[in-house]
């Protein structure tokens, strides 16, 4: 007999008599997709730009991208955000990242409607679409669009995937994640990798076991449930990692340098079709010198820069091709629509010289060659956090201009594969229709006939704002539906309408050329400025005979070049885009409203999970005090008491030898270490670190505060040191840890994790300011200081 069902939320269908005999049952209908309904998979890459990926005529070879372009469709007109967060959250839902409430990344989240980090419920993600017809729905790797004081295990975790219409979830919250020593989350809960880089452990192949794990454990106990899968790839976001084969697999394959790069793939994406045959490449990035002035050290460093970086993408697409045999091994494959996309243009966040430590880019600090040539063969492996020089941002967004974070058509315009083999009839062709990344959501909807839901969870819904592009998967020649599309981010502007596009870079064109009218880059943004560059700065591209950006008609037609301003105007008004806002780095250390009132103590328990390095205590600059309550064991004991971060900067408070020890690692590029003149006496013991600031902070030179550095058992001061620099603005993505060091070891003294074989009653970090103020403490404060002094005569 048929199972009767009803609708939930519907009369009860069946007969209810005073019998079962009499009675007859029925059930509520389960969410169950349409039969045939195909699987969904977003592939989202990171900081890859139009140039690098084979399939795109760039010389990183990502065979299994090139197969789904092979038997799907390569879009050559696609667009993103410009930067991480904001371009991942118009891919979820649909909506402008300003809609999104993401005008930045989470990290440097500002009190504005358009930039307060937090996506508002009535924007819904594709997840919480999909979820309740019948899909399941899972994430691997990176989410970076819930704001980062919420990114702790106190949650709140509703604008974790959990929290937003995914089911299963293994990967990492914020912004950036080391391929050796990751901070993961599964499901709403931290997690320790089980494997060491010694072991092999490698990040991206961790995530696509886990991708692959979801997909079988549901294919296996409901086999015609379809899902959605977002994978987020760590590839080929800083820090630039990759296993040691994979690098050189590329020896000598990019000794020809950026600038030969680019004519190469230049010329092999007008072969493939993806730029017209007439094209012209911009000039040469005036922020980016001639690959023929760079000394031969110059050119071995940064060719090999570039091997790690193709190394690592390579690398991600071979685990990805593990997921595409997995879903042809189970039949699967045909009916998956898969969407690859990367969140941005190739990154220069390396700077001119590129840097063994991307920290030191968000410190201000410079590297120089001679920093890093002496560890040249350790880029890419456990104890780098790299990033290539922005030559080959420049190259590896060819045939583009500029790069991430600008909205010059290289920061925003990506490649783009669409897969779906039973849903398209002539694989292997281009799609040159305008469109943006706001579009794959209703596009997908399109594709199933879903239409959007009027409410999720209760919450009333916002229009979506992307247009749907399903109608040229069979029409090449089919009409462009999406005609006008705004960009900002950081200060820079563009609009692209029916063709044309107008631009305005801050601090300029260039930082060179902003350089010339007194800007620097991450500058604030004045009336004065906006003043100047609205009457003068926008450049006018026709991009429909001239997809580079190669040559302004600003002064040809300047009527078109006013109407482009004005209607940016009216879609940054629309989209909650104000106040402009110029600034970065500096945008992390704002004060953000926290699940908890404002407080100046933290206390710390050994043996906890990991804080997230944005929910650390806010020590930098600024007087503090670190004081831990100890048993120590006759005998002794050693191992981390209190760690913050790993080998590109941080905190270690440690025993080791019997000595009490305090480094400060400033940005991977020096270590200061204060050290108790005794050993730890056993029994009860109460330690304590202070830091008083001597020095103010000079944070766009790459400066944090000098201080004394101090040490104290049960009050009595033990060490005393000047301490000459400290951490100007962020010590990175590694948290704290108590009672070991976490991931990677901060100082190269211990390897992590290095537990403390004592025992730790409670950790107290205090920000207050209220240190010790005894005469010993001043007495000796002035003695070392005057020994500093006459030490430097």
Same mark, same amino acid.
């Given at each position: 007999?048929?199972?009767?069902? /009803?609708?939930?939320?519907?009369?009860?269908?069946?007969?209810?008599?005073?019998?079962?005999?009499?009675? +007859?049952?029925?059930?509520?209908?389960? %969410?169950?997709?349409?039969?045939?309904?195909? $699987?969904?998979?977003?592939?989202?890459?990171?900081?890859?730009?139009?140039?690098?990926?084979?399939?795109?005529?760039?010389?990183?070879?990502?065979?299994?991208?090139?197969?789904?372009?092979?038997?799907?469709?390569?879009?050559? $007109?696609?667009?993103?955000?410009?930067?991480?967060?904001?371009?991942?959250?118009?891919?979820?839902?649909?909506?402008?990242?300003? +809609?999104?409430? @993401?005008?930045?990344?989470?990290?440097? #989240?500002?009190?504005?409607?358009?930039?307060?980090?937090?996506?508002?419920?009535?924007?819904?993600?594709?997840?919480?679409?999909?979820?309740?017809?019948?899909?399941?729905?899972?994430?691997?790797?990176?989410?970076?669009?819930?704001?980062?004081?919420?990114?702790?295990?106190?949650?709140?975790?509703?604008?974790?995937? =959990?929290?937003?219409?995914?089911?299963?979830?293994?990967?990492?919250?914020?912004?950036?994640?080391?391929?050796?020593?990751?901070?993961?989350?599964?499901?709403?809960?931290?997690?320790?990798?089980?494997?060491?880089?010694?072991?092999?452990?490698?990040?991206?192949?961790?995530?696509?076991?886990?991708?692959?794990?979801?997909?079988?454990?549901?294919?296996?106990?409901?086999?015609?449930?379809?899902?959605?899968?977002?994978?987020?790839?760590?590839?080929?976001?800083?820090?630039?990692?990759?296993?040691?084969?994979?690098?050189?697999?590329?020896?000598?394959?990019?000794?020809?340098?950026?600038?030969?790069?680019?004519?190469?793939?230049?010329?092999?994406?007008?072969?493939?079709? @993806?730029?017209?045959?007439?094209?012209?490449?911009?000039?040469?990035?005036?922020?980016?010198?001639?690959?023929? &002035?760079? +000394?031969?050290?110059?050119?071995?460093?940064?060719?090999?820069?570039?091997?790690?970086?193709?190394? /690592?993408?390579?690398?991600?697409?071979?685990?990805?091709?593990?997921?595409?045999?997995?879903?042809?091994?189970?039949?699967?494959?045909? $009916?998956? *629509?898969?969407?690859?996309?990367?969140?941005?243009?190739?990154?220069?966040?390396?700077?001119?010289?590129?840097?063994?430590?991307?920290?030191? /880019?968000?410190?201000?600090?410079?590297?120089?060659?001679?920093?890093?040539?002496?560890?040249?063969?350790?880029?890419?492996?456990?104890?780098?956090?790299?990033?290539?020089?922005?030559?080959?941002?420049?190259?590896?967004?060819?045939?583009?201009?500029?790069?991430?974070?600008?909205?010059?058509?290289?920061?925003?315009?990506?490649?783009?594969?669409?897969?779906?083999?039973?849903? @398209?009839?002539?694989?292997?062709?281009?799609?040159?229709?305008?469109?943006?990344?706001?579009?794959?959501?209703?596009?997908?909807?399109?594709?199933?006939?879903?239409?959007?839901?009027?409410?999720?969870?209760?919450?009333?819904?916002?229009? =979506?704002?992307?247009?749907?592009?399903?109608?040229?998967?069979?029409?090449?020649? %089919?009409?462009?539906?999406?005609?006008?599309?705004?960009?900002?981010?950081?200060?820079?502007?563009?609009?692209?309408?029916?063709?044309?596009?107008?631009?305005?870079?801050?601090?300029?064109?260039?930082?060179?050329?902003?350089?010339?009218?007194?800007?620097?880059?991450?500058?604030?943004?004045?009336?004065?400025?906006?003043?100047?560059?609205?009457?003068?700065?926008?450049?006018?591209?026709?991009?429909?005979?001239?997809?580079?950006?190669?040559?302004? *008609? %600003?002064?040809?037609?300047?009527?078109?070049?006013?109407?482009?301003?004005?209607?940016?105007?009216?879609? %940054?008004?629309?989209?909650?885009?104000?106040?402009?806002?110029?600034?970065?780095?500096?945008?992390?250390?704002?004060?953000?409203?926290?699940?908890?009132?404002?407080?100046?103590?933290?206390?710390?328990?050994?043996? *906890?999970?990991?804080?997230?390095?944005?929910?650390?205590?806010?020590?930098?600059?600024?007087?503090?005090?670190?004081?831990?309550?100890?048993? =120590?064991?006759?005998? !002794?004991?050693?191992?981390?008491?209190? #760690?913050?971060?790993?080998?590109?900067?941080?905190?270690?408070?440690?025993?080791?030898?019997?000595?009490?020890?305090?480094?400060?690692?400033?940005?991977?590029?020096?270590?200061?270490?204060?050290?108790?003149?005794?050993?730890?006496? &056993?029994?009860?013991?109460?330690?304590?670190?202070?830091?008083?600031?001597?020095?103010?902070?000079?944070?766009?030179?790459?400066?944090?505060?000098?201080?004394?550095?101090?040490?104290?058992?049960?009050?009595?001061?033990?060490?005393?040191?000047?301490?000459?620099?400290?951490?100007?603005?962020? /010590?990175?993505?590694?948290?704290?840890?108590?009672?070991?060091?976490?991931? #990677?070891?901060?100082?190269?003294?211990?390897?992590?994790?290095?537990?403390?074989? !004592?025992?730790?009653?409670?950790?107290?970090?205090?920000?207050?300011?209220?240190?010790?103020?005894?005469?010993?403490?001043?007495?000796?404060?002035?003695?070392?200081? #005057?020994?500093?002094?006459?030490?430097?005569?």
């Amino acid at each position: 007999m048929p199972i009767v069902e /009803f609708e939930p939320g519907t009369p009860f269908a069946g007969v209810i008599g005073r019998t079962v005999e009499e009675s +007859s049952p029925a059930w509520e209908r389960m %969410a169950r997709a349409p039969e045939g309904a195909p $699987n969904v998979i977003f592939f989202v890459l990171d900081d890859v730009g139009y140039g690098q990926m084979s399939p795109f005529g760039g010389l990183v070879e990502t065979p299994n991208l090139d197969r789904l372009a092979k038997n799907g469709l390569r879009y050559t $007109n696609m667009h993103t955000a410009a930067i991480c967060s904001p371009s991942r959250s118009c891919i979820l839902t649909g909506r402008n990242h300003h +809609s999104n409430h @993401i005008a930045c990344i989470t990290e440097v #989240a500002t009190g504005f409607p358009g930039s307060d980090g937090r996506m508002p419920f009535e924007n819904g993600m594709i997840s919480e679409i999909l979820k309740p017809q019948g899909y399941n729905t899972f994430i691997t790797g990176k989410w970076h669009v819930a704001p980062s004081e919420d990114s702790s295990p106190a949650g709140p975790y509703n604008r974790w995937p =959990i929290g937003r219409g995914f089911e299963r979830f293994y990967g990492w919250l914020g912004c950036e994640c080391s391929s050796w020593y990751p901070e993961l989350t599964y499901d709403n809960h931290p997690v320790e990798v089980e494997k060491t880089p010694e072991q092999g452990y490698v990040l991206d192949e961790d995530t696509v076991d886990h991708a692959i794990r979801f997909i079988l454990d549901a294919h296996i106990n409901a086999p015609d449930k379809p899902f959605l899968l977002y994978h987020a790839s760590a590839a080929g976001k800083s820090p630039h990692h990759s296993p040691r084969e994979w690098i050189e697999k590329y020896n000598g394959k990019f000794d020809m340098g950026w600038d030969e790069y680019r004519r190469i793939v230049f010329e092999r994406q007008k072969e493939l079709g @993806i730029v017209p045959a007439d094209a012209k490449l911009p000039p040469h990035d005036p922020d980016v010198p001639e690959w023929s &002035s760079l +000394s031969d050290d110059q050119k071995r460093l940064y060719a090999r820069m570039m091997q790690v970086y193709a190394g /690592f993408v390579s690398h991600a697409d071979h685990q990805f091709g593990r997921i595409l045999d997995t879903l042809e091994k189970i039949g699967e494959l045909e $009916n998956t *629509l898969i969407m690859v996309i990367s969140d941005n243009g190739a990154s220069a966040e390396g700077g001119t010289q590129g840097k063994f430590s991307e920290m030191s /880019f968000a410190n201000f600090v410079e590297e120089t060659d001679a920093d890093i040539l002496p560890r040249i063969d350790e880029l890419g492996g456990p104890t780098s956090y790299g990033h290539y020089p922005w030559g080959w941002a420049m190259a590896g967004n060819t045939p583009f201009r500029r790069w991430k974070r600008e909205v010059f058509r290289g920061g925003c315009t990506d490649a783009f594969i669409l897969h779906w083999p039973a849903g @398209i009839k002539q694989p292997g062709e281009l799609r040159t229709q305008y469109a943006h990344i706001i579009d794959m959501v209703p596009t997908v909807l399109d594709l199933l006939g879903i239409e959007p839901p009027k409410s999720i969870a209760g919450v009333e819904q916002a229009p =979506i704002e992307g247009v749907s592009f399903a109608h040229t998967l069979n029409d090449a020649s %089919a009409p462009t539906h999406h005609t006008t599309q705004y960009f900002e981010m950081l200060g820079n502007r563009a609009i692209d309408h029916d063709g044309w596009r107008a631009v305005c870079g801050w601090p300029g064109p260039s930082i060179t050329e902003g350089a010339k009218k007194g800007r620097k880059l991450f500058d604030q943004i004045t009336p004065g400025d906006l003043k100047v560059m609205d009457a003068e700065e926008w450049q006018l591209f026709n991009i429909a005979e001239d997809p580079a950006e190669s040559r302004d *008609l %600003a002064s040809e037609h300047p009527d078109k070049l006013r109407e482009l301003i004005d209607l940016w105007y009216a879609e %940054a008004e629309k989209y909650h885009v104000f106040p402009l806002d110029g600034t970065l780095a500096q945008r992390v250390l704002i004060e953000r409203p926290h699940a908890t009132k404002a407080r100046e103590q933290y206390v710390y328990y050994p043996g *906890l999970s990991v804080v997230p390095s944005l929910n650390t205590p806010p020590i930098l600059n600024r007087p503090h005090s670190i004081t831990a309550e100890l048993d =120590i064991p006759e005998g !002794g004991a050693e191992g981390v008491i209190l #760690a913050q971060a790993g080998y590109t900067g941080g905190f270690t408070l440690y025993v080791q030898d019997g000595l009490l020890h305090y480094v400060h690692n400033y940005v991977g590029k020096a270590l200061h270490e204060v050290v108790s003149d005794k050993p730890l006496p &056993s029994g009860p013991v109460t330690v304590r670190f202070e830091f008083e600031v001597t020095t103010p902070p000079k944070i766009r030179e790459g400066l944090g505060a000098a201080g004394l550095g101090q040490l104290y058992f049960d009050g009595k001061l033990v060490a005393n040191t000047e301490i000459p620099v400290t951490t100007p603005n962020f /010590f990175g993505f590694e948290g704290l840890s108590c009672g070991y060091d976490d991931g #990677a070891a901060v100082v190269p003294t211990y390897k992590s994790p290095f537990p403390f074989t !004592g025992t730790i009653h409670k950790v107290t970090v205090d920000v207050s300011g209220d240190l010790f103020a005894d005469d010993d403490h001043r007495n000796a404060h002035h003695e070392a200081h #005057a020994a500093t002094l006459l030490a430097r005569v």
